[in-house]
């Protein structure tokens, strides 16, 4: 089919023709509303004066499964369930740009060629993968952390050698501190000396008046002299000998300090090295072991995406079950899955969480089109999801079987009424393996 449907109300007749106006050279026609089985490419003016009813969602979902569909919003009026997460011109976006979106479903409709003939078979899952050896990528933490450790060793081993090659502190050099404790050690020593002096002058005056009372009581002829005060012997040092001597003592002290603490910290790191060495050579094994190839197991691979239905057995064509499931609920969904493929059934299901845009619309019409029936994961999150929506409405509309499993208990929205109306619901209850082998067993 050729040409362009715009459909838009009243009050968005202005922006309709602007748009018209604007894709010179297509035949565009304007209506207010939607036909039924409408084949052409359909602009949707969409506001709170829409034309659009609940009848017309189903034409609606046909033309985006075939890249027909393009829908202009001019307010934040919602839309049907089943259209909501669908790619949308914004409201007060220009008509240039709605011109352009049409321009190009029109002229690119997607898959439109291949959703209009006769459906290939749908894609299944890819089956189980093995075991493969993986090259991991190369990281280079390893390295700079490497490096950084080398730096920190050969900058110890430089501040040792400096330490080590330095001259001894002298006493000239003290601190004030030092200074201090000499000049307070010398004043003491120099007390203790001039005590000790004055102890021993008491005692030889003592000594003289104790012998001057003698010769007095017992006169002799002839009084001998007094005998000289005995010299300075050279051995008793003065009080500037042993000054000088205690700062001796003092710088020898000092030097001896300086000495044992150069040493500590030498000792000290030249440990830090050594250990920066083994932690570089534990970060070098562990970088060498990074680049070896491993084994990925298929748990820690991702999700197999579904092969080409080029790539299946002719056999396969029209035997596979679709599963439509809202991904808020893949935690239970999984399990089911793999029991119905453990009853040999094929089955096609999306793993990769699709959504509204134009690029999965062709394979899931085709994985409808092309599948036995359609398995519905019923829950409130499936009711409320517009793929899942979207989903049912195509399978409605290729006349498929679907088979309900309620995951937990929920009201049918009146959107669904019609279309699972036909249907019997199985309830998750007991054996899952039994509930659906009975569930399946007419399908």
């Known amino acids: 089919m050729s040409g362009v449907l715009i459909v838009a109300g009243v009050a968005d007749a202005d922006f309709a023709e602007e748009v018209r106006k604007t894709t010179r050279g297509l035949d565009i ?17 969409w506001s709170a004066a829409q034309p659009a009813t609940v009848a ?31 790619e949308t011109v914004p409201a007060g976006a220009p008509a240039r740009e709605t011109a352009f979106k049409l321009l190009h479903a029109t002229l690119a409709p997607g898959d439109a060629a ?10 299944l899952e890819a089956p189980t993968p093995e075991p493969v050896a993986v090259v991991r990528p190369k990281r280079r933490w390893p390295i700079v952390a490497a490096v950084a450790v080398l730096l920190l060793v050969v900058a110890g081993g430089l501040a040792s050698w400096m330490q080590l090659a330095a001259p001894l502190p002298m006493a000239k050099s003290a601190g004030p501190e030092e200074a201090a404790l000499r000049r307070i050690e010398a004043e003491t020593r120099m007390r203790e000396a001039l005590s000790q002096r004055e102890q021993r002058s008491g005692e030889e005056r003592d000594s003289r008046l104790v012998a001057e009372r003698a010769a007095r009581e017992q006169p002799r002829p002839t009084a001998a002299p007094p005998p000289p005060p005995p010299p300075l012997s050279s051995a008793q040092p003065t009080d500037d000998a ?3 001597d205690l700062e001796r003592q003092i710088a020898a002290l000092s030097r001896e300090r300086a000495a044992g603490t150069s040493e500590g910290l030498s000792w000290v790191v030249w440990a830090a090295g050594a ?26 691979m991702p999700a197999a995406k579904p092969v080409p239905a080029a790539a299946l057995p002719p056999d396969a064509a029209g035997e596979s079950l679709f599963v439509s499931y809202a991904h808020h609920d893949r935690l239970l969904v999984d399990p089911l899955v793999h029991e119905i493929e453990g009853l040999g059934r094929a089955v096609w299901i999306d793993r990769t969480g699709m959504t509204g845009g134009p690029g999965w619309a062709g394979q ?10 359609v398995v519905l994961m019923a829950s409130p999150s499936a009711y409320a999801s517009d793929q899942v929506v979207r989903e049912l409405y195509l399978a409605m509309g290729s006349k498929k079987i679907i088979v ?40």
Not at 63 to 73: A, F, H, N
Not at 278 to 300: E, K
Not at 364 to 373: H, L, N, Q, V
């Open 29 to 45: 026609e304007i209506a207010r509303a939607l036909p039924a089985g409408e084949q052409r490419t359909v602009l949707l003016v």
């Open 56 to 86: 017309d969602v189903p034409t609606l979902i046909e033309l985006w499964s075939q890249g027909r569909l393009v829908i202009s919003r001019r307010d934040d009026t919602p839309l049907p369930l089943g259209l909501g997460d669908l």
């Open 114 to 123: 291949e959703a209009s003939g006769s459906p290939p078979a749908p894609p």
């Open 242 to 244: 042993r000054i000088a």
């Open 275 to 300: 250990g920066g060495a083994a932690v570089t050579a534990i970060l070098l094994l562990l970088f060498q072991r990074q680049r070896r190839p491993s084994v990925v197991g298929i748990a820690s």
């Open 364 to 373: 899931i019409a085709r994985a409808i089109k092309g599948s036995r029936a």
């Open 404 to 443: 309900p499993i309620e995951l937990e208990p929920a009201d049918l929205p009146d959107e669904l009424a019609y279309i699972l109306a036909p249907f019997q619901r199985h309830a998750l209850a007991g054996d899952p393996r039994t509930m659906l082998m009975r569930a399946l067993e007419k399908v």
